[in-house]
């Protein structure tokens, strides 16, 4: 479970995060929507302690992200916005480097990473460096990465940004199998489509504070629309940056 409590952060002037809030819970793919510069990434990068929050706090399974980064850590797969894959190793040395960073080794590493090489349909490019990988590669490759340690929760930051139609299959249907396997699912878009395509709940982000949370129908009869997209252009004041 994910929890963001009063979350607020500034670079400067500019206030990128002002006051979100959500609780994330296990077997559940919650959807982080916003426009484009709405703090979706940030509150990802506070929620995996790459940026410190100026005030609030978060909790990855009741660890708190701050006080006690590295163990949050452990309890966390991530998928961040920059891929930052290294050119020089394979798709398969990525995963194996990984793992072994969270303390696997051997054959059940060897079987993980071999699994994880089916399950994202990675045989064709699991042994060839990363150097020149297209963009659904790169994301297959830091999604094998992310995954490795079979971490409890998953936070992933437009895992679908610049894919086809097969490789935004794919990663729909893993990201169900994770709910189903009981596990905490995060993902943030700005496509609405996505989001309502795969999230079992949405907590919708604008100019940095959360301006709703509910289920895909609960967030439709609050604004009495019809449609989901017309429940978000209300919800958010505007259709700006909302389209694909
Ligand atoms: N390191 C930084 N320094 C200065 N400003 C930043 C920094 N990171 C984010 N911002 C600003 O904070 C605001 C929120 O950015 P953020 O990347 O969190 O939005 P987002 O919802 O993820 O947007 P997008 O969908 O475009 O990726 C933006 O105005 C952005 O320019």
Known sequence: MIEARNLHKRFGRVTAVEDVSFTAEDGV???????NGAGKTT???????????????????GVDVVRRPE???????????AR??????????????????HGLSGAALDKRVDELIDLL????IADRRTEGFSQGERVKVALARALV??????LLDEPTNGLDV???????????RLKAEGRCVVFSSHVMQEVAALCDRIVVVAHGKVVADG?????????????????FVATIGSDQGLMQ
């Open 215 to 231: 289920t895909p129908d609960a967030l439709r009869a609050s604004t009495g629309k019809d449609s989901l997209e017309e429940a």
């Open 29 to 35: 793919i919650t959807g982080l929507l916003g426009p």
């Open 71 to 81: 163990e949050a850590r452990r309890g966390l797969g991530v998928l961040p916005d």
């Open 43 to 61: 509150t990802m990068r506070m929620l995996y302690t790459l940026v410190r929050p100026d005030r609030g706090t978060a909790l990855v399974d």
């Open 121 to 124: 349909d990675m045989k064709d």
């Open 149 to 154: 340690h079979g971490p409890r929760n998953v």
């Open 166 to 176: 097969m490789s935004t299959r794919a990663v729909r249907t893993l990201l169900r």
């Open 84 to 101: 930052g894959l290294y050119p020089r190793l394979t798709a398969r040395e990525h995963a194996r480097y990984f793992g072994e960073l």
